[in-house]
C-alpha cells in the first residue's frame, strides 16, 4: 500500500510540475524571439559620416551598430555624400529600396550652397535581399520645379489605391511670390521614372517645412488610416483616410515640451509585439541624434509622452534622419550575418613594410603613408565563392571588393554574379616568404597568388624568391 501511494505521489508531483510550468510560459514564449528592427541612418557632418549606416534592435528601444559602426552603403554619384534615408519594401517583399539627399555638407558645399542651388536629385539604391545592393543612381525630382533650387528628405509610401508609389520630398521654390521649403511629390513604380511633380504640403505665409514622414495605421486604432509627422516650426501631426486625399491636423508635440526649434526628421516605428508605436525624432539642436516618443495612438496629440529615464539606448554611433524597418526572421537573418562586426585590418607588405595594400581612384596599389588611412582598411570577409576562403571588402567603399581581372587588381562593386564571386575569393595560406605572414592564392586560379610588382597589385604565378617575398603580407590593425 505505501508503494501505491508513493508512486500516485510522484505522479501527482509531477503533474502539477508540469502545469505550472505550462501556467509559467506565455503563448509563443517556447518559439524562437520575434525579429527585431532595422534602422537606416547617418551619422553627422563630413564625407565619411553622410554615408549610409545600419542599425538593429531586437525591442525597438536598444539599438547595435552593424558592420561595427562603419558604412554599409556610400555614395558614388552626385555630391558623393547622402542624408536623409528613406528604406521602402515592396508590397511582396521583393525589392527594397533606399533613396537619401543627395547632399554632402563639408565636402565642398555649404548650407547655403545647398539651399540655393543645390542638387535637384535624390540618390537610389535597389536590392532583392537587403544585402546585396545595386550602385546607386541620381533620380532628378526636382529639375521640373519651376525655381526648384534642391531636393531634400525624400520619402515613399506605397498606395494601394493606384498600385504605385507616392514619393514626396522638400524643395525650396518660389511660389506666389514666396521663397520657402515645401514638400512635392510624384508617383512612381521603380524610382527611376516619376510623374510630373506636383505640390503636397505647403504651410501659410513664410513658415516652410522640410522634414515629413507618413505611417499606415491599422483600422480600429485612432480615426484616421494614415498620420503623417511633419517638421514646420513644431511637429506637426495631421490624420488622413487617403495618402493624396485631405489632412487634418491632429495637433502638435509641443505640449510634451518638443518643438520643431529642437528636433526634426520624424521617424515612425510601430512595435511589433504591442499596440504602441514610437515616433523617433533627431534632437539636432542638441547634437544629440534619435530619441523616441511613445503613444498608443498616433492619432491623438495628448497621447505622446516621453520615454522614461534609461529606457532607450541608442548605440555607439550617432543617429540622424532616416527611417526604420520592422524585419521579418528571414531578413533579420540575411542582414545580421550580411553586417556582423568584423574587424577593419590592413595588409602590410613583407618586403617593403612601410607599405600597405590601398585603394585610389579603384586601381589597387601598395603604398606608404596612406591618405586618407581608410584607403588601406579591409573587412576580411568568408569568401564569396567558397568556404574556408576570404574575400577582401573596402571598409570606406562597402560592397567593393579586391577583384583580380586577369594579371591587375581593381577596387570593384559586387554584382552578385557568380563570376565576380570566383575572382574575389582568395585562400589564405601560409607566408611564401614567412610562413608567419600570409600570401593569398587565387580561388579560381590556383596556381596564382596576390603579390605587388612595380608597387601594383598583381595576380602572378610565384616562381623565385623575390616573388615570394612579393606574395607575402601580414594582416594588421
Known amino acids: 500500500m505505501s508503494t501505491v501511494l508513493s508512486r500516485l505521489t510522484t505522479l501527482l508531483v509531477s503533474v502539477c510540475l508540469v502545469l505550472t510550468g505550462q501556467a509559467l510560459i506565455r503563448p509563443g514564449q517556447a518559439g524562437a524571439a520575434e525579429p527585431g528592427y532595422l534602422m537606416t ?23 547595435s551598430d552593424l558592420n561595427g559602426g562603419g558604412t554599409t552603403l556610400r555614395s558614388t554619384v552626385g555630391t558623393r555624400g547622402v542624408r536623409d534615408p528613406s528604406l521602402v519594401r515592396s508590397p511582396d517583399g521583393g525589392k527594397y529600396w533606399i533613396i537619401a539627399t543627395d547632399l554632402c555638407i563639408g565636402c565642398g558645399q555649404s ?97 516652410g517645412i522640410i522634414d515629413t514622414q507618413i505611417i499606415e495605421v491599422p483600422a480600429g486604432t485612432g480615426t484616421y488610416r494614415y498620420v503623417r509627422a511633419s517638421g514646420d516650426g513644431q511637429i506637426t501631426l495631421e490624420g488622413s483616410n487617403s495618402i493624396l486625399g485631405t489632412w487634418t491636423t491632429i495637433g502638435n508635440l509641443s505640449g510634451i515640451g518638443l518643438t ?17 508605436w514610437a515616433l ?61 562586426d568584423t574587424p577593419v585590418n590592413r595588409l602590410q ?10 585603394h585610389t581612384n579603384f586601381d589597387v596599389r601598395v603604398d606608404p603613408n596612406v591618405s586618407p588611412a581608410q584607403d588601406a582598411q579591409f573587412r576580411l570577409r568568408p569568401g564569396l565563392a567558397g568556404t574556408g576562403t576570404v574575400s577582401f571588402e573596402s571598409a570606406n567603399f562597402p560592397g567593393y571588393y579586391l577583384r583580380q581581372d586577369g594579371a591587375d587588381f581593381q577596387l570593384v562593386h559586387n554584382d552578385g554574379t557568380a563570376a565576380f564571386a570566383a575572382d574575389a575569393t582568395f585562400r589564405r595560406v601560409a607566408g611564401l616568404a614567412d ?43
Open 435 to 477: 610562413s608567419t605572414w600570409s600570401s593569398f592564392q587565387s580561388y579560381n586560379h590556383p596556381d596564382r597568388y596576390i603579390r605587388h610588382f612595380g608597387f601594383q597589385l598583381k595576380l602572378d604565378p610565384i616562381t623565385s624568391a623575390t616573388g615570394r617575398g612579393d606574395a607575402t603580407f601580414k594582416v594588421v590593425q
Open 260 to 276: 520643431g526649434s529642437q528636433v526634426e526628421g520624424p521617424m515612425w516605428m510601430k512595435f511589433r509585439d504591442r499596440d504602441e
Open 41 to 63: 541612418h547617418f551619422v553627422g557632418e563630413g564625407a565619411a559620416g553622410q554615408q549610409i549606416y545600419f542599425s538593429h534592435s531586437a525591442d525597438g528601444l536598444h539599438w
Open 280 to 340: 523617433y525624432l533627431d534632437q539636432y539642436a542638441a547634437g544629440r541624434g534619435y530619441m523616441p516618443v511613445l503613444t498608443s495612438n498616433p492619432s491623438a496629440s495628448g497621447a505622446y509622452r516621453l520615454p522614461a529615464s534609461g529606457s532607450y539606448a541608442m548605440g555607439g554611433t550617432k543617429k540622424r534622419h532616416g527611417a526604420i524597418l520592422n524585419l521579418t526572421a528571414a531578413e533579420e537573418s540575411r542582414v545580421l550575418t550580411r553586417w556582423a
Open 349 to 358: 607588405s613583407y618586403n617593403y613594410q612601410d607599405r600597405y595594400i590601398r
Open 111 to 207: 548650407w547655403e550652397d545647398s539651399t540655393s542651388n543645390g542638387s535637384r536629385n535624390l540618390v537610389v539604391w535597389e536590392s532583392t535581399d537587403l544585402v546585396t545592393w545595386s550602385q546607386p543612381w541620381l533620380l532628378n525630382v526636382a529639375g521640373a520645379i519651376p525655381d526648384g533650387r534642391n531636393a531634400w528628405a525624400p520619402e515613399a509610401i506605397w498606395d494601394p489605391e493606384t498600385k504605385d508609389y507616392v514619393l514626396y520630398w522638400a524643395t525650396n521654390a518660389t511660389l506666389n511670390g514666396v521663397l520657402k521649403h515645401r514638400i512635392y511629390y510624384a508617383r512612381t513604380a521603380d524610382f527611376r521614372t516619376i510623374t510630373s511633380p506636383q505640390l503636397y504640403i505647403d504651410r501659410p505665409g513664410t513658415q
